[in-house]
T-cell receptor, first 114, second 114 residues
């Protein structure tokens, strides 16, 4: 069974600085998608970024980028120029291309310090 | 806003009550999902509906009864719940069940069972 591990329950970053959230996963499959979701205090979870495992190039969305290391089964999220609105729970998730359910990690709570 | 709404946002009920959670999506999607989010645990998929047909029941107790009258609406009927069922219940939708289709989440219903 696939598992997703987020080893940092809480992180903090100074406004305008850069922070990296860690995620590792376990799978025997070769084709899959990885996701980072953000859940602000208002609770509506939104997709931040996603990565297709067959693509070697790391995905980037504005200030958000990932470091995808397929061999190491690592998928970290880098937030550059952190803003107060980035404060939220961040969930890493995995889904195989066989349309099996999304598998989520336990989340990392990110605080942004003004 | 993600285009997925949930009502009520908060619900307190006794163990003998019967209540229903409602989810509505305005995105023209064909797949809808119920998730349970408990403290300190990863999100757990409960049910999946695709074109109004239930395609997945993740070993959920029968005191939770889903209903999908059309592709835009999803209900979760609750009866004789236990205190351990207290959690945030999230609804999500996607264009299809395929992994490549992003899931959009609602804001959730915070359920407390007394």
């Amino acid at each position: 069974a696939q598992t997703v591990t987020q080893s940092q329950p809480e992180m903090s970053v100074q406004e305008a600085e850069t922070v990296t959230l860690s995620c590792t996963y376990d799978t025997s499959e070769s084709d899959y998608y990885l996701f980072w979701y953000k859940q602000p205090p208002s609770r509506q979870m939104i997709l931040v970024i996603r990565q297709e495992a067959y693509k070697q190039q790391n995905a980037t969305e504005n200030r958000f980028s990932v470091n995808f290391q397929k061999a190491a089964k690592s998928f970290s999220l880098k937030i550059s120029d952190s803003q107060l609105g980035d404060a939220a729970m961040y969930f890493c998730a995995y889904r195989s291309l066989r349309n099996t359910p999304l598998v989520f990690g336990k989340g990392t709570r990110l605080s942004v310090i003004a | 806003e993600t285009g997925v709404t949930q009502t009520p946002r908060h619900l307190v009920m006794g163990m003998t009550n019967k209540k229903s959670l409602k989810c509505e999506q305005h995105l023209g999607h064909n797949a809808m999902y119920w998730y349970k989010q408990s403290a300190k645990k990863p999100l757990e998929l409960m049910f999946v509906y695709n074109f109004k047909e239930q395609t997945e029941n993740n070993s959920v107790p029968s005191r939770f009864s889903p209903e999908c009258p059309n592709s835009s609406h999803l209900f979760l009927h609750l009866h004789t719940l236990q205190p351990e069922d207290s959690a945030l219940y999230l609804c999500a939708s996607s264009r299809t069940r395929r992994t490549t289709d992003t899931q959009y989440f609602g804001p959730g219903t915070r359920l407390t069972v007394l």
